[in-house]
């Protein structure tokens, strides 16, 4: 009798796992209240409240040193001396010139990166003052990304001085050329040879929790013809008239929204195109802004968007050329949603009431890095902020002690 009843309740489980023999068991979150409430995280938490004015101080300093992508170099100088004091087993800069820090676990544990840029898109600010006004600090790049790094630092400066001997090895990175396709955060994966279980990108608004890479496959369209006066113009191949013929045929395609997973956007961001007024065009522009949280899916407006511009080069009579970035992929690692990794993850933002937790396979942080090798990556919203990539950017001072209370808890649910 007890035979028959336990193979009745296997075969039920066969029925709600799906076929027989194929079990899997969802992962668990590895958040327990039993941690947070530990003597060594209380700890944790005494030391960065103990130490706000001196982090707000340090934070305003960072954020007045100017590092447009491309020119990061100062900030990494300044990031390399700070690890440098905090005792890490190895620290340098490398050839793309990130700067990495390594604290080095015991035999067994697992390999996690840790990454914030240091580069901003304020390409032409060449001297910045941060201003106070209550809870917020007001200045560009306040937020993006240097709250990250000022979160890096003072969680790192937090565990040593608890005593903190981790079981993990963690990557410290602070990177460069992230604004600009996460060239910095690439060129540091390709080159080391280890493998990671887990990329941590500390970028985004506290409470946004992205587990998939959102894809870019935008890029330039160009047309070109002879030119010509107005007066001898008529019948002339017209480039601006190739533009606006293409921009509108590319605009009306039909992109899908749902699945998220498969949701896709494209934009006409600029045109350009043509000297003066009273000649034709020799040479137009346009650029093409396009995204989707599936690969399969840029790909095939991408198809679609050559077949249009061939289209109205034969209708024209202009000559075309495209160039269409194929490096950002989309990738979605199957399950991640339901990985332990983001699971512990949204149950420390709850316990921390965190508000408007947002949980998104459209990241399009340094997390997407390790996403597209396969690795299971997360972004950590580094405070709430406004105005980001704007000159009158701001960032709360509050979130920034509540989200470096976040990346304590995962390391120590990590652990």
Same mark, same amino acid.
Do not use: C
């Given at each position: 009798m007890i035979r028959k009843y336990l193979l009745s309740c296997l075969l039920i489980s066969g029925l709600l796992f799906g076929m027989w023999g194929s079990v899997v068991w969802a992962e668990e979150s590895l958040f327990t209240r039993s941690v947070a409430g530990s003597g060594?995280?209380?700890?944790?938490?005494?030391?960065?409240?103990?130490?706000?004015?001196?982090?707000?101080?340090?934070?305003?300093?960072?954020?007045?040193?100017?590092?447009?992508?491309?020119?990061?170099?100062?900030?990494?100088?300044?990031?390399?001396?700070?690890?440098?004091s905090l005792g890490l087993d190895k620290t340098y800069i490398d050839q793309a010139g990130n700067v990495i820090g390594i604290w080095k676990g015991t035999d067994g544990g697992k390999n996690i990166v840790l990454s914030a840029h240091m580069d901003t898109v304020f390409q032409s600010v060449n001297e910045i003052h941060v201003k106070r006004e209550g809870n917020v600090l007001k200045a560009p790049g306040i937020g993006d990304d240097t709250a990250s790094l000022i979160n890096l630092l003072w969680s790192l400066r937090a565990f040593k001085e608890a005593g903190f001997k981790? $079981?993990?090895? %963690?990557?410290? &990175?602070?990177?460069?050329?992230?604004?600009?396709? /996460?060239? +910095?955060?690439? #060129?540091?994966?390709?080159?080391?040879?280890?493998?990671?279980?887990?990329?941590?990108?500390?970028?985004?608004?506290?409470? $946004?929790?992205? %587990?998939?890479? &959102?894809?870019?496959?935008?890029?330039?369209?160009? /047309?070109? +013809?002879?030119? #010509?006066?107005?007066?001898?113009?008529?019948?002339?191949?017209?480039?601006?008239?190739?533009?606006?013929?293409a921009i509108d045929r590319i605009c009306q395609l039909d992109l899908p929204v749902l699945p998220i997973e498969k949701w896709t956007i494209l934009n006409v961001g600029m045109i350009m195109g043509g000297k003066v007024r009273n000649a034709v065009s020799q040479e137009s522009s346009f650029t093409i802004d396009l995204r989707s949280g599936d690969q399969e899916e840029i790909v095939k407006v991408q198809k679609k968007i050559r077949e249009i511009c061939e289209e109205i080069s034969y209708e024209t009579g202009v000559k075309w050329e495209i160039q269409l970035d194929d490096r950002s992929k989309a990738f979605q690692i199957p399950k991640a949603r339901d990985s332990a990794l983001v699971l512990t993850v949204?149950?420390?933002?709850?316990?921390?009431?965190?508000?408007?937790?947002?949980?998104?396979?459209?990241?399009?942080?340094?997390?997407?890095?390790?996403?597209?090798?396969?690795?299971?990556?997360v972004n950590l919203g580094r405070t709430y902020g406004r105005y980001k990539h704007s000159l009158r950017e701001e960032a709360d001072i509050d979130g920034l002690f509540l989200a470096m209370k976040q990346i304590m808890l995962l390391v120590c649910c990590l652990e």
């Open positions: 060594f995280v209380q700890e944790l938490f005494a030391f960065v409240e103990q130490n706000e004015e001196a982090i707000i101080a340090e934070w305003s300093r960072l954020t007045e040193i100017p590092a447009p992508s491309g020119y990061e170099k100062k900030r990494a100088q300044y990031m390399k001396s700070k690890f440098d981790p $079981k993990n090895t %963690y990557y410290f &990175l602070a990177t460069v050329e992230e604004e600009t396709g /996460f060239d +910095g955060m690439r #060129a540091f994966m390709d080159s080391v040879e280890q493998d990671f279980t887990y990329v941590l990108a500390l970028d985004g608004d506290l409470g $946004k929790v992205s %587990y998939g890479a &959102l894809g870019f496959g935008g890029g330039l369209v160009t /047309f070109r +013809g002879p030119g #010509a006066h107005t007066m001898q113009s008529r019948g002339v191949p017209n480039p601006n008239l190739a533009v606006a013929w949204v149950d420390i933002l709850e316990y921390l009431e965190v508000k408007d937790i947002e949980v998104d396979p459209l990241g399009s942080t340094e997390a997407n890095m390790g996403i597209e090798r396969g690795i299971l990556s």
